[in-house]
């Protein structure tokens, strides 16, 4: 009945990493997963559903993250891929690269590395001068 243009994030957290919490390996989930503990490995969804994942104020990740939705407001060592939507809450700290479709950062938020748009480019526009006939 109606089309889908993009994945909708998921609305719920399927999983938790806790506070107090340490992980030392990967970590690959479907669904939704809040992380407020520290994971030393690299975070990333499975599948081609759309995933959310919430890094939470006292959250650390030392690892490279690969989700399409993604809301950061702690800290991420190591790159960040979104393939949809990034949102850098206040207390986000970010050192590595971002790569993101869309992107919402908040007053506070830091990156130390580039930021990367993924999106589809634009079609070239030839700009043509106006000649007067005068």
């Given amino acids: 009945m ?5 994945p909708k994030p998921q609305n719920r957290i399927d999983s938790l990493i806790g506070a107090g919490t340490s992980i030392e390996g990967d970590v690959s989930f479907s ?13 990333h969804a499975t599948g081609d559903e759309a995933c959310t994942l919430v890094i939470s104020e006292h959250a650390r990740i030392e690892g490279e993250v690969g989700v399409s939705h993604v809301v950061v407001n702690g ?18 700290r970010v050192t590595g690269d971002v790569e993101y479709n869309s992107i919402e ?30």
């Fill in 2 to 6: 109606f089309s889908k243009k993009s």
């Fill in 75 to 92: 800290t991420v060592i190591g790159p960040v891929r979104s393939s949809e939507f990034l949102e850098l809450q206040p207390k986000a």
């Fill in 31 to 43: 669904g939704g997963l809040r992380i407020d503990g520290q994971v030393k490995g690299n975070v």
């Fill in 105 to 134: 950062m908040h007053l506070g938020a830091v990156v130390q590395g580039r930021l990367i748009h993924q999106g589809t480019l634009a079609k070239a526009v030839e700009l043509k001068l106006a000649t007067s006939n005068g």
